[in-house]
Every structure is written in structure tokens, then in C-alpha cells.
């Protein structure tokens, strides 16, 4: 069982769910909300993110990113280590896709209900989802080794998932789904670049050409940072367009300010010699400053409608 959950990578969880919850958020602001898609929004996403973290798992070790001879910098995988025998995995994969699939299914019925107009559209995303969340690693051309794994994050993690479920409440899409989609889009590839970053000799070694490959390590720190930026203005802008005043402004942005803080930090020790493994202290930091923001927005949102809403 431990072995299992540390296949299933925990730590990713708040990054997955922050794509519906802030479509849940800017549904609820704008009088759109409903529990229960935000419930199936969340298993749907949880099953998908797991699904992904068990074919990277399978899919790494299989195409030798994983082989201990390279020094990977990361966590160990339970297929690469023999605590989960590939055809267990395989199964597991198989399993997960399906109850992603029927979870998906309900989620667009509590949302569309038998009205066909949107199913066909949505039916295309969830499936794409699926296949993206598995071909990433797995496979025998995986675009993750390729250096389409910042794109696909991107849109998956972004667009979809909060234009998506945000969508799936409104029926509609804004400017502000937009600007959210952006957001956490662009704090996910971050997340991904530090993972690429701490292992870019073993990822080389294995012929993954992700973007520090590609590029480097010190023009990936330089795209780094303008992901930062890229995130920062986006929070900023869905900030500017909210009923909060400046000082709830900055208490939501100050956890992104110190995580912009913390990777100035390590980007400097590692231009100075020290090992690229500091940025794997920061992966986690990410997702959390990521959920965290999402969260204060929600209780901030929530406290100015209840405000309001008092005779």
C-alpha cells in the first residue's frame, strides 16, 4: 500500500485540484455555482492526476529515465525500484482510466443533463485528457520526450481545467475564466520546469529532450522566471476585476511574492555551483502557493458575498 500511494505522488494532488477550484471560485462570483459539480470536478481530476502519475511511473521506468545508473536527482519510482510489478501498474492504469471515464461521464450529466449540445465537445476533452494524461511517458513516441510536456501542461492544466469546470457551472466563458486559466496554467509548467531542471543529466542520459535539455539550464532559469512573472500578472489582473480592496489584494499575493522569493534564491546558488536538487525543495512549495492562493480567494470571495448579502 505504501507503495502505491507513493506511486500515486500525493504532493501533486493540490496542483490538480486548484484548476477546478478556481472554476469553481469565479463560478461562484459570478452567481454560477453549483456543490455538486465542484464535487465531481474534484474526484474527476483527482482520478486523471493519479492516472498521469501512474504512467509516468510505468512510463519512465520503461523508457529508462528512471535507471539508477543516470543518478536521477528525483523521488524513486516503485516500477523502476521493483516494489510494483509493470503488469500490476498496467492494470492499475487500465482500472484508473475507467473510473476516470465513468466519473466524467456523471460530471457531464449533472451538468448537462440530456441535453446533447455540449456533451459531444466535452466528451472529445475528457477522452483527450486521458490520452494525454497517459502518453505522456508511455508509448513508443511519449511528447514528454520531445519537449511538448510544457504545452500540454499548459493546456490541460489551464485552459481545460479551469475554463473547463468553470464552463461545466456557467455555460459561458469571460475574460476572468481566461486570466484563472492562465494563472494556474502557468504556476503548473512551473512545476514541471523545476522537475525538468533537477533532472536534466539524467533526462539527457535517457534521450528526454525536455525544455532544459533543449535549452539549458541557465536559459530554463531565465524561463523560469518569466513564468513567475507570467503568473504574478495574471493573479494581479483577476484580483484588479474583483470586490476585494488592496490590503486582501496583498495578503492573497504575499505567498506568491515569497515563492518568487525563494526561486530568485535558489536560481542564484545554482549559478554559483551548487546542485540543481535545491529546486526540488521548491516543487512542492509551488503547488501549494498555488492551492494556497486559490484558497484565500475562495475565503476572501466568500466573506465579500456574505457581506454583502446581510440585510
Known amino acids: 500500500m505504501t507503495s502505491w500511494i507513493k506511486a500515486a505522488r500525493p504532493r501533486t494532488l493540490p496542483l490538480a485540484l ?12 459570478n452567481g454560477f455555482f453549483k456543490l455538486d459539480l465542484l464535487l465531481l470536478s474534484i474526484l474527476t ?3 486523471l492526476q493519479i492516472l498521469s502519475n501512474f504512467a509516468n511511473d510505468y512510463g519512465d521506468s520503461k523508457h529508462g529515465a528512471d535507471n539508477p545508473a543516470f543518478k536521477r536527482q528525483g523521488p524513486t519510482r516503485a516500477v523502476q525500484m521493483g516494489e510494483i510489478n509493470p503488469k500490476a501498474m498496467m492494470v492499475a492504469i487500465v482500472l484508473t482510466s475507467i473510473l476516470a471515464f465513468v466519473s466524467g461521464l456523471a ?35 511519449p511528447y514528454g520526450y520531445a519537449g511538448l510536456g510544457d504545452l500540454s501542461v499548459f493546456v490541460f492544466f489551464g485552459l481545460v481545467g479551469v475554463m473547463g469546470s ?29 522537475n525538468n531542471m533537477r533532472d536534466i543529466e539524467s533526462d539527457k542520459l535517457a534521450g ?10 541557465r536559459l530554463a532559469m531565465v524561463y523560469h522566471v518569466l ?30 511574492m515569497n515563492l518568487f522569493a525563494m526561486v530568485t534564491a535558489s536560481i542564484t546558488r ?5 546542485s ?19 484558497t484565500a480567494l475562495a475565503i476572501w470571495s466568500a466573506v465579500e458575498h456574505f457581506s454583502i448579502s446581510l440585510p
Not at 486548484?18 to 462570483?29: F, K, P
Not at 459531444?120 to 511517458?137: M, S
Not at 484563472?180 to 512551473?190: H, N, P
Request: glycine residues 10%; contains cysteine.
Open 270 to 274: 545554482v549559478r554559483k555551483g551548487e
Open 107 to 141: 460530471l457531464l450529466y449533472h451538468a448537462f443533463g440530456t441535453d446533447l449540445t455540449y456533451w459531444k465537445w466535452f466528451l472529445g476533452i475528457g477522452v483527450a485528457c486521458i490520452i494525454a494524461a497517459i502518453t505522456y511517458t508511455m508509448g513508443f513516441r
Open 208 to 217: 528526454k529532450y525536455s525544455i532544459p535539455v533543449r535549452i539549458g539550464i
Open 276 to 294: 540543481v536538487q535545491l529546486f526540488d525543495k521548491l516543487l512542492p512549495r509551488t503547488a501549494i502557493t498555488t492551492a494556497g492562493t486559490v
Open 227 to 256: 513564468l513567475m512573472i507570467g503568473a504574478l500578472v495574471a493573479a494581479s489582473l483577476i484580483l484588479s476585476q474583483l470586490p476585494i480592496d488592496l490590503w486582501k489584494m496583498v495578503v492573497i499575493l504575499i505567498p506568491m
Open 45 to 47: 481530476t483527482t482520478l
Open 18 to 29: 486548484s484548476t477546478v477550484g478556481l472554476g469553481g471560485v469565479l463560478a461562484y462570483l
Open 166 to 194: 468553470y464552463f461545466l457551472h456557467a455555460r459561458e466563458l469571460n475574460e476572468l475564466a481566461l486570466q484563472g486559466a492562465c494563472f494556474v496554467g502557468l504556476m503548473s509548467v512551473q512545476v514541471l520546469n523545476l
